[in-house]
């Protein structure tokens, strides 16, 4: 799994203090405040701030879950137009752990593998042969959202009850995020079990 942070707006939390600040008619400097903002659920101000991120690598299982956040855009690699016939999969650790399971996962997705080219081969269309594809596929997303949207999509995703695939690529989101824009996300930081 890779995560590229693409773009994020430039200044972020001045420009989500100069916001707040404007509610207030208030003067002076202190991005504390925004932490303090965020804690009293003052949370529009940081919907003035978006980041956008290339993730790839993760399984389609994955993907299905992030695009379950309705207030961020997403664009996805298609497997409609974007041949699967070498497709990769993720295997989970529970299952690579395991000589016994990681054969009979492997021997699944080469069935899989197979019968795609095979249906392909025939002149059955992409957009339908991809039926016959697992979870496990590969993919890559490009997803932009405003720092509200983040926080809610991290908060949910780093929590203990998540899956660890969405964990782990939220903990990376969340490390650049609290870097960049650190009074609007290290309260995340323990949230991070990666
Ligand atoms: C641990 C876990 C298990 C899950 N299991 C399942 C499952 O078994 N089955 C399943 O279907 N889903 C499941 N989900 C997905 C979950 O139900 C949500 O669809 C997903 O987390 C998106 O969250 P959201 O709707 O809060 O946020 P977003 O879509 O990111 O929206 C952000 C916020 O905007 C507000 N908002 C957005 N749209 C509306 C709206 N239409 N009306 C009112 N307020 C809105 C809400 O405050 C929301 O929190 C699971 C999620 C988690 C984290």
Request: charged content about 25%; overall charge negative; aromatic content about 8%.
């Amino acid at each position: 799994m890779t995560v590229e942070l693409l773009s994020i707006t430039p200044d972020a939390e001045e420009i989500i203090e100069h916001a707040g600040r404007v509610c207030y008619l208030s003067d002076g400097h202190d991005p504390e405040i925004i932490t303090r903002w965020i804690k009293s659920g003052h949370e529009s101000v940081i919907e003035h701030a978006v980041a956008s991120f290339h993730i790839s690598g993760i399984s389609r299982a994955c993907s299905h879950q992030l695009v379950r956040h309705r207030l961020a855009s997403y664009s996805q690699q298609s497997q409609r137009y974007v041949s699967e016939d070498q497709f990769e999969y993720v295997i989970p650790d529970s299952i690579k752990h395991s000589n016994y399971c990681k054969a009979i996962y492997e021997d699944a997705m080469s069935l899989i593998q197979t019968a795609y080219k095979a249906l392909v081969e025939v002149g059955i269309k992409k957009e339908d042969a991809r039926f016959v594809l697992p979870n496990a596929c590969t993919t890559e997303i490009v997803m932009t959202a405003n720092f509200r949207e983040w926080r809610t999509i991290l908060k949910l995703r780093l929590d203990k009850h998540a899956q660890w695939e969405i964990r782990s690529m939220c903990g990376e989101i969340a490390r650049i995020l609290i870097d960049k824009a650190p009074h609007v996300f290290s309260d995340l930081k323990e949230l991070i079990f990666n």
